[in-house]
């Protein structure tokens, strides 16, 4: 088991805005997600979605409005959040420990990551995998592998950005619910890019919808 228990965190978004030139893409956004609640966001492309996990995780700014994670503002890259994309984004060099071991908090003990790795690799039922490098594996699996990356970071915020997208159906089901099983085991704040109605009600405790004002800029409304 892992040696540090993750510590699901509060997210708040006030009023937040974000334009790309002359083009509003989120205005006025307000969402307060309570510590170790699933929300999941749901909305047509081009709503922002995506957008609103890259500002919760700092890789981009809020035009206006603010963003705290545990009390504290974001500011640039956030090492309380680990993201999950729609592809797994692995190294295609490294084997999977490997590259799960990539997700560690910087100054891991050795010791304490290779234990943090197969902990990781075994919940996402990769134990036997390992030592396979990402072409060798299904995309499902390599998918499991970049969640596992993730939650080896023991953040307090879990960004999910359509992890499931590009997988088969079966596979989807599949890691719906591995998803819902490693959410219960971690307890981490989650937040879920879909746009699968279905999918938002297995995993999401609260569905929260982008929806366009007159000007094409997204809101939040609840599903």
Same mark, same amino acid.
């Given at each position: 088991m892992m040696s540090t228990s993750l510590a699901p965190a509060r997210v708040s978004l006030r009023r937040v805005n974000r334009t790309f030139g002359t083009r509003a893409?989120?205005?006025?956004?307000?969402?307060?997600?309570?510590? @170790?609640?699933?929300v999941a966001l749901l909305g047509?492309? @081009?709503s922002g979605k995506s957008t609103l996990l890259r500002l919760v995780a700092g890789l981009d700014k809020p035009s206006a409005g603010r963003i705290e994670i545990a009390g504290k503002a974001v500011r640039g890259v956030d090492p309380r959040c680990a993201m999950v994309f729609q592809e797994p984004r692995l190294l295609p060099w490294r084997s999977l420990?490997?590259?799960v071991a990539f997700g560690l908090p910087p100054g891991t003990a050795r010791a304490k990551g290779t234990g943090e790795v197969q902990h990781w690799l075994n919940v996402v039922g990769l134990t036997e995998f390992g030592d396979h490098r990402p072409r060798q594996v299904s995309g499902g699996m390599a998918q499991r592998a970049g969640l596992a990356r993730a939650l080896a970071r023991r953040p307090s915020v879990l960004l999910l950005d359509e992890p499931l997208a590009a997988l088969d159906a079966l596979t989807r089901l599949r890691m719906q619910d591995l998803l819902d099983r490693v959410q219960h085991e971690a307890g981490t704040t989650t937040l879920l890019v879909t746009h699968d109605v279905d999918e938002a009600a297995i995993l999401a405790d609260r569905v929260l919808v982008l929806r366009a004002d007159p000007t094409g800029a997204a809101g939040i409304g609840a599903a």
């Open positions: 893409v989120l205005r006025d956004v307000d969402i307060e997600i309570e510590p @170790g609640q699933v047509p492309s @081009g420990a490997a590259n």
